[in-house]
T-cell receptor, first 116, second 111 residues
Framework: NAGVMQNPRHLVRRRGQEARLRCSPMKGHSHVYWYRQLPEEGLKFMVYLQKENIIDESGMPKERFSAEFPKEGPSILRIQQVVRGDSAAYFC??????????????FGEGSWLTVV | GENVEQHPSTLSVQEGDSAVIKCTYSDSASNYFPWYKQELGKRPQLIIDIRSNVGEKKDQRIAVTLNKTAKHFSLHITETQPEDSAVYFCAPLSNFNKFYFGSGTKLNVKP
């Protein structure tokens, strides 16, 4: 059972370009979370999705950031017109259901974005 | 959203000593309390978790204790080893199915 798969692992973008980060959840998992981690800091919640539905995007910046989880294919976190402050590690996590048994989340290896 | 605080932010212990990290949270509806370990440049990995109907859980050298009344839970590591050096995060599950991570505790185990 493959784990949560993220790609690319490392991405370098110039200011103003677009970054697309992809996440395939674990087999059987239907819920995806995206977190951002700045150097030496904790993980900040960005968005919580299930297939074809954004459940909670309260942690997403209002501009330039968007996320989707289509019926087919991976979840995508898209950052338009990147700026230096977007440089961070972006972690995706998945869980098998929306709850209440308290299913835990499992993280991918992360995507490290560097904006130059 | 949930207010999660971890203490201490850094912890240095001698190999073989015990380490305790405390996490306080604000959402009284939280019912699932995991701890994650993150090594430099790697993903967070679940090391132990506890549900609200249990007060304590142990797994070899690692234990977690929960005080729901006071809204805090703690990670206990006994007989620490250099490979325990990492950043540890608590992440209580909120009532809205989101995991809010604490700011992390950097543990350094000195050989």
């Amino acid at each position: 059972n493959a784990g949560v798969m993220q790609n690319p692992r490392h991405l370098v973008r110039r200011r103003g370009q677009e970054a697309r980060l992809r996440c395939s959840p674990m087999k059987g998992h239907s819920h995806v979370y995206w977190y951002r981690q700045l150097p030496e800091e904790g993980l900040k919640f960005m968005v919580y999705l299930q297939k074809e539905n954004i459940i909670d995007e309260s942690g997403m910046p209002k501009e330039r950031f968007s996320a989707e989880f289509p019926k087919e294919g991976p979840s995508i976190l898209r950052i338009q017109q990147v700026v230096r402050g977007d440089s961070a590690a972006y972690f995706c996590a998945s869980s098998p259901s929306d709850r209440v048994s308290g299913n835990t989340i499992y993280f991918g290896e992360g995507s490290w974005l560097t904006v130059v | 959203g949930e207010n999660v605080e971890q203490h201490p932010s850094t912890l240095s212990v001698q190999e073989g000593d015990s380490a305790v990290i405390k996490c306080t949270y604000s959402d009284s509806a939280s019912n699932y309390f995991p701890w994650y370990k993150q090594e430099l440049g790697k993903r967070p990995q679940l090391i132990i978790d506890i549900r609200s109907n249990v007060g304590e859980k142990k797994d070899q050298r690692i234990a977690v204790t929960l005080n729901k009344t006071a809204k805090h839970f703690s990670l206990h590591i006994t007989e620490t080893q250099p490979e325990d050096s990492a950043v540890y995060f608590c992440a209580p599950l909120s009532n809205f199915n989101k995991f809010y991570f604490g700011s992390g505790t950097k543990l350094n185990v000195k050989p």
